[in-house]
């Protein structure tokens, strides 16, 4: 009997929470949003911190990162967006039909790929990345300083995926506010790095920029680590119960095709880069200025998406389909406003974010191209991603996931049309990433509004 008495208070918290969400589900997602958000709102100021100190190290340390930053993101994404998603997901969906071995399962199979994936992501950057950069457009300086950059932050990748895939899990169960705690750990032990990197010789700009992330990461994944072993919470770590964790199968399936829509995302911003890398260093630092923004605008979508991922899956879960529907397209709706506010916002006045990695005139002005006739359009870009993260909770990913290759595609074919006949140019190539964020959130919205999501309300 005394074993079991300290679980009692966790699990009937627990289940008031569930209760509380099936009955008030948008007062649940605003609740869940204000530690999801301060979570991801933290680790943007680490992007934003780690850009600033490359910056004032001089056009060549910021536009290496620039060349390894989309590799970096591959991982985030994959890591708290679309595999991490799928954990919240079969997380939220088991808690919700009261299944908690279930769900003690997914945790432990959630460990397994943080590491198995980890691993296989240092392997493919230290044996390909000289060869990656270099397609990209690095060449001289720039690619030396890309490669030391490279080796040493995928060295500690797996870190990166371990934190992530732990506060996935806890989000899964309604639990925002312990990554919220994680979020800033990472942040305040990577700025406490940085600082004292200022003190170093230039030489460590580069390596040092590098190994700040990686412990930073590992200082996240020790926190997450001690709460998840707590006794008596219901998603526990534990050295026991590792045996019989079938369905890493389904999970992966689930989390690679959410991977895709990462994935392509990335190809996207790879090809992206390149084609601004013939234009001179400048461009290519000014343009990873400015794409900085989008890829840091999307960790904060994923503070919203991940609590519409665990209110609609939990929903779906107790098998009120209609209402996670309507559910997820108010969180989406408001997400994408205040998306499109703060572009319109950068648009008008883009020093206000150059201005934090750059002095440079030249590298100046290109990001204020970038945010000048792309930013503005954040609304579309916002309402894609966050319908994108609701349907990793309905289980509906196939539209989102070919909205994003609607994206890649319209871009890299207007590429290689408008380089093969001589009329690439900067302000042309900023029309076409503008032109594919607006069809990329159009396409997934109309897809969703008239097919899977509309089967789904109708039961």
């Known amino acids: 009997m005394a074993t079991t008495a300290p679980a009692a208070g966790p699990r009937r918290g627990s289940q008031e929470a569930r209760r509380r969400l099936l009955d008030r589900p948008l007062a649940t997602l605003f609740r869940l949003c204000i530690p999801g958000m301060g979570a991801t709102l933290i680790q943007s100021v680490l992007v934003m911190v780690e850009g600033a100190f490359l910056g004032h190290a001089g056009p060549v340390p910021f536009a290496a990162a620039s060349l390894v930053f989309p590799c970096y993101m591959l991982s985030l994404m994959l890591a708290g967006g679309a595999i991490g998603g799928a954990i919240s997901g079969a997380i939220a969906r088991a808690l919700g039909a009261g299944d908690l071995r279930r769900a003690n399962v997914v945790l432990r199979l959630a460990l397994l790929i943080a590491a198995s994936a980890g691993l296989i992501k240092t392997v493919l950057i230290l044996g390909l990345g000289r060869m990656l950069f270099s397609l990209m457009g690095g060449e001289g300086p720039v690619l030396d300083a890309a490669v030391t950059y490279s080796q040493v932050l995928f060295s500690g990748i797996v870190l990166l995926w371990l934190y992530n895939m732990m506060g996935a899990a806890l989000r899964g169960s309604g639990d925002m506010v312990r990554p919220l705690m994680g979020s800033f750990t990472v942040v305040s032990t990577h700025f406490l790095c940085i600082q004292a990197l200022r003190f170093a010789p230039e030489s460590w700009a580069v390596p040092g920029a590098a190994g700040a992330l990686v412990l930073a990461y590992a200082a996240g994944c020790s926190f997450l680590a001690v709460v998840l072993s707590r006794p008596g919470r219901e998603l526990r770590l534990s050295a026991y119960g590792w045996g019989g964790l079938s369905g890493a199968g389904r999970l992966l399936r689930a989390g690679m095709l959410a991977g895709g829509q990462s994935t392509i995302t990335i190809l996207y911003a790879i090809v992206v880069t390149a084609a601004f890398g013939r234009f001179g260093p400048e461009w290519l630092a000014g343009y990873g200025i400015g794409a900085r923004l989008e890829l840091t605008v999307i960790p904060i979508i994923f503070g919203v998406g991940g609590s519409l991922m665990v209110v609609s899956g939990t929903l779906l879960g107790a098998g009120k389909a209609g209402l996670a529907v309507r559910t997820a397209w108010t969180g989406a709706l408001l997400t994408s406003v205040a998306m499109g506010v703060l572009g319109s916002v950068l648009a008008l006045w883009p020093q206000l974010w150059w201005s934090l990695f750059t002095t440079d005139p030249d590298v100046a002005a290109a990001a204020s ?91």
């Open 369 to 459: 191209a970038y945010l000048g006739r792309v930013s503005p359009l954040y609304f579309f870009f916002g309402l894609g991603l966050c319908l994108y993260c609701a349907s990793q909770g309905l289980e509906t990913l196939a539209m989102p996931v070919l909205g994003a290759v609607l994206r890649f595609v319209i871009v890299a074919g207007g590429i290689a049309l408008l380089g093969g006949a001589g009329g690439l140019t900067p302000d042309r190539l900023l029309l076409l990433v503008a032109v594919a964020m607006t069809l990329y959130g159009v396409f997934v919205a109309v897809g969703l509004h008239f097919g899977a999501w509309r089967k789904l309300a109708r039961g």
